[in-house]
């Protein structure tokens, strides 16, 4: 299974981070929509993933809901019938979410920078590490936090739990 270091913060705003990260990255920016609908899954995370261009990938993954840098396990497949493969997952295993996001890819070295504005949530930062399969996760976490340092992004800015958490929260019924 592929992995990387992953690490997520809220940000004041997309416009405002795009220059530094442009500042610190080696290539990009790159516009990305995306449309991900998540699905019951007892092993960890399973999405998929929709493109603009209509093409897609089932992505599956494994990762700790903690603030700062975790390490993310995890396998992409592509896709070419993402409309009919959402009906079949739906069907097969439920919806447990949907998340759409407009976002900004810059790439540092073996670093994704993410910018994302999320819909109904706001702005985002996310950075990937990728790992090499014989690499321990200590170097890719600290990658991503000397490159959370550079981008001036505070710890307190730090987010545990994934875009689907953060809006289900926001529909979670509330005691009465």
């Known amino acids: 299974m592929a992995r990387n270091i992953e690490i997520k913060a809220r940000i004041v705003s997309v416009e405002a981070l795009r220059p530094l990260a442009a500042a610190v990255a080696d ?3 790159e516009s990305i929509d995306q449309d991900d609908t998540f699905f019951a899954c007892p092993q960890g995370r399973l999405k998929l993933r929709v493109f603009a ?6 992505i599956f993954y494994q990762r700790a ?4 840098p975790k ?5 992409r497949t592509p896709v070419p019938d993402p409309d009919g493969l959402r009906e079949t ?13 407009q976002r900004i890819l810059f790439l540092a070295g073996r670093t994704r920078i993410h910018l994302d504005r999320v819909a109904d949530l706001g702005d985002f930062a996310e950075l990937e590490v990728v790992l090499s399969d014989e690499e321990d996760t200590a170097s890719g ?8 340092h550079r981008l001036g992004i505070a710890e307190d800015a730090l987010i545990e739990t994934a875009y689907v ?9 509330t005691d009465a």
Do not use: C, Q, W
């Not at 809901?65 to 700062?68: E, I, N, Q, Y």
């Not at 976490?141 to 959370?148: D, K, Q």
């Not at 958490?165 to 019924?173: I, K, R, V, Y």
């Open 65 to 68: 809901d903690t603030a700062g």
């Open 53 to 58: 261009n209509g093409m897609g990938e089932l």
């Open 165 to 173: 958490d953060l809006l289900a929260g926001l529909t979670a019924p």
């Open 141 to 148: 976490i600290a990658e991503a936090h000397a490159l959370i």
């Open 89 to 101: 997952l739906s069907h097969a295993y439920g919806v447990t979410g949907r998340v759409r996001k």
């Open 27 to 29: 290539s990009g920016p």
């Open 71 to 75: 390490a993310s396990f995890y396998l």
